[in-house]
Nanobody, 124 residues
Framework: QVQLVESGGGLVQAGGSLRLSCAAS????????MGWFRQAPGKERGFVAA????????YYEDSVKGRFTISRDNAANMVYLQMNSLKPEDTAVYYC?????????????????WGQGTQVTVSS
């Protein structure tokens, strides 16, 4: 079992920044590819970013490229999502997720464990 707890969400004006954190506990953190997903009201949960087990590779959804940065600290069992130049359309609940087998990091079903989510609201 892996337990994931997100933090760092909140209300921010358009153009502002937030840094989300995800604390992991349980099994060996470096065994897992880590991802961030988001879900806006009335929409399906969608991929935002992912990072390989040792942070060598990162992946982003097109709309966040150049604005969001995913990173991880395996010694601290943490993964982060730095979000800059936020837009109202970034408003959603953001979820941290862990995948033991990274067949397709963009798909919800590839992930084995999920956090409870943290709300991000961007006002215009």
């Amino acid at each position: 079992q892996v337990q994931l707890v997100e933090s760092g969400g909140g209300l921010v004006q358009a153009g502002g920044s937030l840094r989300l954190s995800c604390a992991a506990s349980g099994r060996t953190f470096s065994n897992y590819l880590m991802g961030w997903f988001r879900q806006a009201p009335g929409k399906e949960r969608g991929f935002v970013a992912a990072i390989s087990r040792y942070g060598v590779r990162t992946y982003y959804e097109d709309s966040v490229k150049g604005r969001f940065t995913i990173s991880r600290d395996n010694a601290a069992n943490m993964v982060y999502l730095q979000m800059n130049s936020l837009k109202p359309e970034d408003t959603a609940v953001y979820y941290c997720a862990a995948a033991y087998s990274s067949t397709d990091y963009r798909i919800v079903g590839s992930y084995d464990y999920w956090g409870q989510g943290t709300q991000v609201t961007v006002s215009s």
